[in-house]
């Protein structure tokens, strides 16, 4: 089921030349005691700061086995004020979470990525009062969880909403909570990941 799920990720790469995960741990993340992700463990969720043609961040949580993921042009802000344009992209595999390297010229993403958060998450999707799953949120258009991450935390809402037209786009929406921040700088001037430390800018000098 899993390899069903990766069809479209498998088909935008060559395994041969990338040093992306291929998806094949059985899914496992290749854990650096950030991340989990294994059957019994709080479902995860990570931000990969990703210097492509374009920069933009990677948001991504975990439905089942792979992670569901959207590309943020602005990346996730901490305002509630803020709606952050999230373009639903192509389910990746669990390991891809500690992903952190170059992906070289010529390949599907070339460029840079960062884990620039990580943690894990609750579902906090409802409808009339009862909960929905996470599956069944995606499938409907709206879904809410609640971040632990180092950079991350409180409740997020994504709302499918077509915007432009185009049937990938959603919104990104920081919840109004005890966790919201309308007053520092946003978050995402924070460059570095929190898994090594590094920069984009860092990995493009090695």
Not at 20 to 37: R, V
Not at 62 to 85: E, I, M, T
Not at 162 to 177: F, P, Q, S
């Amino acid at each position: 089921m899993t390899r069903k799920k990766l069809k479209t990720y498998d088909g935008k790469r060559d395994f041969t030349k990338t040093g992306e995960p291929s998806g094949k741990s059985k899914g496992k993340t290749k854990s650096k005691g950030k991340t989990k992700g294994r059957e019994g463990d709080d479902p995860i969720f990570v931000v990969q700061r990703h210097e492509a043609s374009t920069l933009h961040f990677d948001f991504r949580l975990q439905v089942g086995d792979v992670l569901a993921s959207w590309a943020v042009p602005k990346g996730p802000s901490l305002d509630p004020r803020d709606k952050r344009l999230a373009a639903r992209t192509e389910d990746h595999p669990l390991d891809y979470a500690d992903y952190e390297g170059t992906i070289g010229k010529g390949q599907y993403g070339a460029g840079t990525v960062i884990v620039w958060d990580t943690g894990t998450f609750e579902n906090l999707t409802e409808r009339k009062g009862e909960a929905v799953s996470m599956e069944d949120g995606l499938d409907a258009g709206h879904v809410k969880v609640r971040l632990h991450g180092e950079k991350l935390t409180g409740a997020f809402a994504l709302t499918h909403t077509k915007m432009g037209g185009d049937a990938k786009n959603w919104l990104l929406v920081k919840v109004d909570d005890e966790d919201a921040d309308r007053r520092r700088k946003p978050a995402t001037t924070q460059l570095e990941s929190v898994l090594s430390g590094r920069t984009n800018e860092d990995l493009r000098e090695e």
